[in-house]
């Protein structure tokens, strides 16, 4: 089973003129009751944010919270005391846990932010907040898919509480890659930027699309191309 989810038919939101924001599932004022997550992940925000602007200190508990920058940076501030800035390529993971509360800003006074904010649902409650920040180059996810968050950190990615894996790619066009899921798994493909053939099925920018009951994913770049690859328990 394959599932298209076209980017136009998200969830769209404006707030006071700085923030725009599409979501694939259920999330603030938006409810649709067909999309309150796939599996373990509940929460895909594609979020445009204005020069000088973002959220201020708010708190979340029992989550595991993912940034994915992909145009801009963000400067961010936690009650755990890490204050820095995330540049496109980069990705943030914070473990909610028993509590946490955290600001995230557009410093830039001349351009805009744009970034996946992702949630997933984790293994334990009540963990310890904790909070990582990484790079990846374009090198690294060139033509290959990066693993970049991970239950158990293998190959250098961050760890979440959750048997999820995160994968990243930048795919030239007319570059193929093969992914073989596990018996019993299901995937998530987001597509940031570019057009993306899955087992045939054509994907554009912010398309999404449900994986189950397949064996072997095929991904062909029609154009350049960077999405990401949920492997999902």
Sequence with gaps: MMYLRKSDERGYAEF?????????FSFSDYYDPQFMGFRDLRVINQDWIAKGAGFPAHPHRDMEIITYVLKGKVAHKDSLGNVGEITAGEVQTMHAGTGISHSEYNPSP???LQLFQIWIMPDVSGAKPGYTQQSFTREQKLNQLKLIVSKNGRENSQMINQDTDLYVSVLEPGMEKEFKLRKGRGAWVQLAEGELEVNGKVMSSGDGMAVQDEELLRF???????FLLFDLK
């Design 16 to 24: 006071g003129g700085w923030l725009k924001s599409r979501h694939t």
């Design 220 to 226: 062909k770049a029609n154009k350049e191309t960077e």
């Design 110 to 112: 001349d351009e805009d």
